[in-house]
């Protein structure tokens, strides 16, 4: 009966993630169609909107208040806004690098001082030993830290948009708007294969299992 709610949990969680991530991707598409200079702004509402019900269904779901869901929503909404009233991009832009910066420091600094932000808010879904979740942690902390990274190249090099020349890392670089947009599917996938990689070391560090084999 756990193991059935748990896996109810985790397929809820994927449902959290991806579902804005696609209202996003089809808002924006469907609006360079019309209005290609305001799709941006557009996607950005849509997503907003999205990440809030994300957030409503995620608390109803496992009813409890998800800690790195609320605070990367209010980053969504916060950035989305400035934007969108600001009618200017940059800040939707750099949105995922703040997002995702964000979470990486704040797994880093809690493990400094002494605690896994990371256990906190999955061990209600994995039991595993200490070791595993510090791996898992720091392991995330640096991957939260590439798509940051991935994010500041890509947008940076936008060159139909409002985006400075002197923002450029590499001067042969050109990026479309709508390839910066449609590559959040792209971050997603990637980061669904880094979770999976991250199987095997949650299945050999459950104590339990452990447990039961030294038995």
Known sequence: MAQTQKTSEQSSRLLVDAGPIGVWILVYNLARNFVPDQAIYYGTGAYMIAATIALIVSIRTEKRIPPMLVFTTAIVLGFG???????????IYIKPTIINLFLSWMILIGLAFGHNIWRIFFEHIFELTERAWLILA??????????ALLNEFLWRHITDSVVPESARWFAG??????????????????????AAAQMPLVLKNQPRAKDAADA
Do not use: Y
């Open 173 to 194: 670089m050109e990026f479309s708007e709508a390839l910066w947009s449609n590559a959040k599917l792209g971050v997603m996938v990637l980061s669904l294969i880094f």
């Open 81 to 91: 806004t400035i934007g969108i009233v600001l009618q200017d991009p940059i800040f």
């Open 138 to 147: 720091i392991r995330w902390a640096l991957w939260f830290q590439v798509l």
